[in-house]
Structure formats: structure tokens, C-alpha cells
């Protein structure tokens, strides 16, 4: 029912079963920490939490009006819950949710967490709106329009989502053969994912990401020093600007937000040039250009992506892989998902 020559992915936001009410922010909830583990066990009134009774607990008189309030509503919480059960293992249950809830701040940079669903994170929706949700991601073969992988994950983007699915496929069905066409949209993309695939000897088809512009500029000479415009020069490894003067190699660096390296390169004549202030809004006059890492791979892509045999091939993704995931919220009821035993690992 699979031939596996053909494979489109795609990543669709779920909603968690948690509510925004129930998030605190990692100050509050050290010091909700402390008090749990010091004073819960004492047996305290709910009607005795004022202001001084949270004296001991170091990082409270730092808290704004809005954060010692949350303190004092989730300690009230957790003690009625206490009182009612009059059990250690609700005690114990309780500090294990708010170590958990702190392990998530390690894992990931995150400004609030979920005391009912600590592993979901915010991500916007189709509205434009952020709530608590995960990110599904399944990839459909398109003989049949079986789902061939599937997976859950905290990534905000689609990125870093490509190769498990790849990995998850081969897992469960059978390595990939030499050619086999992966379709993703323009959210997979990134020099990694195109080096990944490329390395498999896999055949991508991935849009690159167009940048939307604020302001649309009249001026045609800052057009014209675009990026795209720079010509390479692979021999020498130098860049060749529209006024045919060199931009040299400067050095490798990082970015770690965007988890790939890159180089950088650094014009020559720039000061000389009477195009300059039309060409870099730098100080210094001088143009400098940031070259992400395989970018000869990301322009054999592009560059095929402008063929019509690509064009149609990518084409094909949305009536396969988008319609799977149709079926699973609309027909099957996927459109919310409760607290994971077992999340992939970010990014």
C-alpha cells in the first residue's frame, strides 16, 4: 500500500488541555517551590495567607502585586488539596509537580510554564492568537496517503522536525532509497535540513522562505545591492559586489537562535564606492555580508524549485499530506491533546 518514492510532511499546532490561568512564571514559582517544601506539611488555613506569612520565602518581597497574588492563589490551591486528602502522597505528589514544572525552564527557554500540562508550550494560532499547544507532525506516502510516521513535539516552528520524521519513517518501514522525493513547506527549510537530506542522497523539494518586507523602498540602487545580486566566487571564496568590487572572507561564527553557522564576509572598497550609503546602513559605510552555512546546497534548491517539474511535484504535497491531517482533527476528533508520558527532544 506504500511505495515510499514519493513522501510529503507537515507539522499542524493541537491545542493542550490546559488552561492559561494555571501558568506561572519561573520567579513565582521558586518561591511557591520553597513554601511547598517548607511549610505545606505544617497544615496552614487557606484564611491566614497574607503577605507575612510568605516572609521566609526567599524572592517574594521582589514579586510585583500580580505575582504575589498568584503565589498566594496556588499555595490556597494546593493546600485545600492537602487538607481534604490528609495524605503524604498528595504532599510528596505536589512537590514533584512544581520540580517538574522548574526542569521545564532548564529545558527550554520559556518565560511561563503550565502547572496542569508543564510539558505544553505557547504557540500562536491560525488566529493569531497563543495558547497552550503541542506540535503534531505526520508524513503521508503517496501511493495510498498512508501516514508512514507520526510524532508530537514542544517545537514552536516546523524546523528541527524534518529529520526525526525522516529517522521515524525508516524506523518504521524500511530505509529510504537513493531519489526518494521529500516534499515539506517552507517551514522545513534551512541549510541543515537541505545538507540532511542531500547527504541521504533524498530527492527535496522545499520552498525557500521569502522575507516579507515592511517598507517597500522606490529607491531601484538599494534594490539593486540586494543580496541575491552578490555574485561568488568559489575559487578564491569571495564575494563579487554589482559594482564589481571584492568582499573577502572575515570569519565563521554562530548563531544560536538559529542553530547554524555561518561566514562572514567583509567589502573591500566600500568606503571608495559612491554607492555605499545605498548599500549598507553600517557606520562604517563598509558592507559586510552574512552568508548562512550550505549555501551552495540552498541555491541548488532554489534554483530548482523554479523549474515546472519541481513546481508540480511540490505541488502534489497539499493534496496528500494536508488532507491526512484534516481527517485526523475534523473526522477523528484530534483537536486537543492531554499531557504526553513521552515528548521528542527540542530542537
Do not use: W
Not at 490561568?21 to 511557591?32: F, G, K, S, T, Y
Not at 488555613?45 to 498566594?72: P, T
Not at 490528609?86 to 510554564?113: C, G, H, M, W, Y
Amino acid at each position: 500500500m506504500t511505495s515510499l518514492e514519493q513522501l510529503s510532511t507537515d507539522g499542524s499546532m493541537v491545542k493542550a488541555s490546559a488552561s492559561k490561568n494555571n501558568v506561572v512564571l519561573e520567579e513565582v514559582l521558586r518561591v511557591i517551590g520553597e513554601y511547598v517544601n517548607n511549610e505545606l506539611k505544617k497544615g496552614i488555613e487557606v484564611d491566614k495567607l497574607e503577605d507575612e506569612h510568605f516572609g521566609n520565602c526567599r524572592g517574594y518581597g521582589q514579586l510585583n502585586k500580580s505575582g504575589k497574588y498568584k503565589v498566594k492563589a496556588v499555595v490556597a490551591k494546593y493546600i485545600k488539596q492537602v487538607n481534604k486528602d490528609n495524605s503524604n502522597d498528595r504532599k510528596k505528589e505536589i512537590e514533584d509537580t512544581v520540580e517538574e514544572a522548574l526542569d521545564e525552564f532548564k529545558k527550554d527557554s520559556i518565560e511561563k510554564v503550565s502547572l496542569t500540562d508543564k510539558e505544553s508550550r505557547f504557540m500562536k494560532n491560525k488566529k493569531g492568537v497563543f495558547e497552550l499547544a503541542y506540535n503534531s507532525q505526520i508524513t503521508v506516502d503517496h501511493k495510498q496517503g498512508i501516514i508512514v510516521a507520526n510524532d508530537i513535539c514542544q517545537d514552536r516552528t516546523d524546523t528541527y522536525q524534518l529529520k526525526p520524521q525522516i529517522e521515524l519513517v525508516e524506523e518504521n518501514c524500511v530505509f529510504l532509497k537513493e531519489g526518494t522525493k521529500i516534499c515539506a513547506d517552507s517551514g522545513y527549510y534551512s541549510g541543515n535540513n537541505i545538507h540532511y537530506l542531500n547527504d541521504k542522497k533524498l530527492d527535496p523539494y522545499i520552498p525557500e522562505q521569502k522575507e516579507v518586507t515592511k517598507t517597500i523602498t522606490e529607491n531601484v540602487e538599494e534594490l539593486r545591492f540586494n543580496i541575491s545580486n552578490f555574485e561568488y566566487n568559489e575559487e578564491i571564496d569571495e564575494f563579487i559586489c554589482p559594482e564589481n568590487q571584492r568582499l573577502k572572507f572575515l570569519y565563521e561564527g554562530y548563531e544560536k537562535e538559529r542553530k547554524r553557522k555561518y561566514r562572514l564576509y567583509k567589502g573591500t572598497e566600500c568606503k571608495k564606492c559612491k554607492f555605499s550609503k545605498n548599500c549598507t546602513k553600517r557606520k562604517d559605510g563598509i558592507r559586510h555580508l552574512k552568508i548562512a552555512e550550505f549555501s551552495k546546497e540552498r541555491k541548488q534548491l532554489a534554483d530548482k524549485m523554479e523549474t515546472e517539474e519541481a513546481k508540480k511535484i511540490y505541488g502534489q504535497r497539499k493534496q496528500v499530506v494536508e488532507p491526512a491531517i484534516g481527517n485526523c482533527k475534523e473526522n477523528l476528533g484530534f483537536t486537543g491533546c492531554l499531557k504526553t508520558q513521552t515528548i521528542s527532544t527540542i530542537g
